[in-house]
Structure formats: structure tokens, C-alpha cells
């Protein structure tokens, strides 16, 4: 069955369907990562966005029961250059064609992906819809213009009510912003007592819960979409070790008095290369995000920057000159992607030890607590 995706510029691609029949409209963005596309169309950083996959061949390995990063994904459609319909791998229980009907997620192949990601990197993220060929283009650009892109996204896909992963060491509150699983897989490896709470949840609920350290999750959208968590982390900054990733580094330089803005077409892969500064190490780590820090905001904050991105001089990590805060704006716990900056976890732990004894201070950042 034919399908187009029309961007919001009128530029038009023709494909064939996959996934679900219905019409979406959303954000177009693109992931360079050659695999795990099983983790990105569950992240629910993509909240309602049209992903699309430049890697040409994808759903070759299938989609198996252990790689899911949500339950329930909230991706807005999928574009790829080929969709495998015959998938082979020892994991594997269906085919991603089905996978995407089961879980009503449209999707289009068969189209120019090479030529769609050169159009966002030129001119931007913007508005695109998946719809049926029958619809005209002029039909579609008008509903594009009259629909705005949500600002409700980390409501969406934060958990509802507060629940609690056991455990024997640290006491970690979670903020579920849009809460990868692997996040969670990484304090369960070390043992650690996590309780996740919604994204509203304020600073005197979550000290009630008595952390050794409070965890800030990735999550959709703009960070100043959500004031009231940035209200949260301004009064927990002083009190109780903070680690914040992707959404959660962008909350922290808010919440201390810096900015953010938005990207042009934004990090999305699996290849990205980031230096640390105190360490004058290179890794590679995987994002997924459409706004940064701006650095010159930070001029008047406690807020330090630790790492950069190589390719574009962006702001990737920060730490607190005088509180054990510090966070990125990648996903360390890698999935998908390289295994390069895991230990950031064990670090939080460090700090976390360091303030229970009342040995942290700014002068052992560099020390105790280096990445």
C-alpha cells in the first residue's frame, strides 16, 4: 500500500506503508545510530516525534523481549529506507512491520532517507505528517499549519503514581521525566534502592522519601515546558547529590540560573564523540536531544562545564563548584549505543558515599569524584 510523508516546507516523498494506517503528524528528526532501533523507537525522549533511521537496512535482527526501553512506546511514525520483513536473529519474535501495528505506530518506507536527512540538517527539525496517498498535499500542509507541536510530552510519558525497585545499597529517588529502562537496569546492577517518582512531584515529597541521591531521568520536549520540576531541583540542589541526564543536565543549568535553546536538527546516534575536560578523554556516547545548554548563561552560575561535543563545541556535562551535582546530556547507561561513559553510575555512587561522610567538598571534585 502507498503511503507519503509531506514536510511542513511541502517537500513530498512517496513510499510503501509499514506499521499502522493511521495519519500522524509530528516533529521530524533523524538517528544516525547503524543499530538499535529497537531502544530508539522505545525511548520515549521521541515522544510524538517521526523518527527517521539513516542506516538503509533496518529490522534485520527483529524485535526481540529484552531491548525495550518502555512498555508502551510513544514514537510519533517511523521512516526507513527498508524495512526487513524476514528477520534473523536467535532473539528475535516478530518482525518490526508487525511490531509497529501492534503497538499503532505508523510508518512509511521505500523513500529517499539520504535526501530527508540532508533537508533537516540544512533547514532544520520541522513539522512533517505520515498519511494516507489519497489525501492531498495541500489537505495535509493545511492540517500541519493548524496543528501545534505539544508541549505536554513529559506528562505524557512520566509514570502516574510513584513505585519502588527494591534493593540493600543507596536510597535513589528517580524523577521520571520520560525514564529510560536502562537508567534503571544500571541501579539494580548496583544493588541500589530506587523509588521512581512523576515528574511533578515537589522537593519536600521526594526529601520525605530520605535519598542518598536523587536521579534525574532523560524525557522529551523543551526543558522549560515543565517549571515546576526545575522549581523542585532549585530547592534540592543544596541538600542531597544530584545526577542529572539528557532532560535532566538541561533542568540543572535551568534551575541554577542558566538557559537553554533550541538546536538546529538536534544529536540523535549512537556515534557521538564527547572530550571530559578533566580527564582529556574522548568518548563515544549515544543522545538523543533537540535543545542544549546554552554556555554563555552559565557566566553567572555555580554551574562549571566538564565536557563538550566534538563535533559542533556544544555544552555535554556540568558540575556544581560547591554541591555534588553534576550531569550530561548523553545516556551513559547506552542503550543503544557504546559503553564508553558507564561508569558515570558509579561515580554518582562515590559522591553520594563522600557527602554521607561529610568529606565532599568543591575542593575533591576533581579528586574523589572524577569521572
Not at 521525566?177 to 541501579?187: D, N, P, V, Y
Request: net charge negative.
Amino acid at each position: 500500500m502507498k503511503r507519503k510523508l509531506v514536510l511542513e516546507d511541502g517537500t513530498v516523498f512517496i513510499g510503501e506503508a509499514i506499521g499502522s494506517e493511521k495519519a500522524v503528524i509530528g516533529e521530524a528528526v533523524f538517528n544516525t545510530g547503524m543499530t538499535g532501533y529497537q531502544e530508539i523507537i522505545s525511548d520515549p525522549s521521541y515522544c510524538g516525534q517521526i523518527v527517521t533511521l539513516t542506516y538503509p537496512l533496518v529490522g534485520n535482527y527483529g524485535v526481540n523481549l529484552d531491548d525495550f526501553e518502555t512498555i508502551n512506546p510513544s514514537i510519533g511514525g517511523l521512516v526507513v529506507k527498508e524495512s526487513c520483513d524476514y528477520p534473523s536473529n536467535f532473539r528475535s519474535v516478530e518482525s518490526l512491520d508487525n511490531y509497529l501495528k501492534n503497538k499503532d505506530i505508523p510508518g512509511i518506507q521505500g523513500i529517499d532517507t539520504r535526501k530527508l536527512t540532508r533537508i533537516i540538517r540544512q533547514q532544520g527539525t520541522m513539522k512533517a505528517m505520515i498519511a494516507s496517498i489519497e489525501t492531498t498535499t495541500e489537505e495535509l500542509l493545511k492540517k500541519m499549519k493548524m496543528t501545534p507541536i505539544p508541549q505536554d510530552q513529559v506528562s505524557q510519558v512520566s509514570t502516574i503514581k510513584p513505585y519502588v525497585v527494591p534493593g540493600r545499597g543507596a536510597r535513589i529517588v528517580l524523577i521520571d521525566f520520560g525514564m529510560k529502562h536502562g537508567i534503571l537496569r544500571e541501579f539494580t546492577k548496583r544493588s541500589c534502592h530506587v523509588t521512581v517518582v512523576p515528574y511533578n512531584t515537589t522537593a519536600e515529597e521526594i526529601l520525605q522519601l530520605k535519598p542518598d541521591g536523587v536521579m534525574l531521568s532523560n524525557g522529551p520536549g523543551d526543558p522549560k515546558d515543565v517549571p515546576e520540576a526545575i522549581e523542585a531541583i532549585r530547592e534540592l540542589i543544596s541538600v542531597v547529590p544530584i545526577f542529572g541526564i539528557c532532560l535532566g543536565h538541561q533542568l540543572i543549568a535551568l534551575a541554577s540560573g542558566g538557559d537553554t535553546l533550541k538546536m538546529s536538527f538536534g544529536h540523535r546516534g549512537s556515534n557521538h564523540p564527547v572530550k571530559d575536560l578533566e580527564t582529556d578523554r574522548v568518548w563515544m556516547t549515544s543522545q538523543n536531544h533537540g535543545y542544549a545548554v546554552s554556555e554563555e548563561s552559565l557566566t553567572n552560575t555555580d554551574l562549571v562545564v566538564s565536557q563538550y561535543a566534538l563535533n559542533d563545541g556544544s555544552v555535554e556535562g556540568l558540575k556544581h563548584e560547591f554541591h555534588p551535582v553534576f550531569s550530561v546530556q548523553y545516556h551513559p547507561e547506552s542503550a543503544p549505543g557504546p559503553q564508553d561513559s558507564n561508569s558515570l553510575f558509579d561515580r554518582f555512587l562515590t559522591m553520594i558515599d563522600a557527602h554521607k561522610r561529610g568529606e565532599y567538598t568543591c575542593q575533591n571534585v576533581l579528586t574523589s569524584t572524577k569521572f
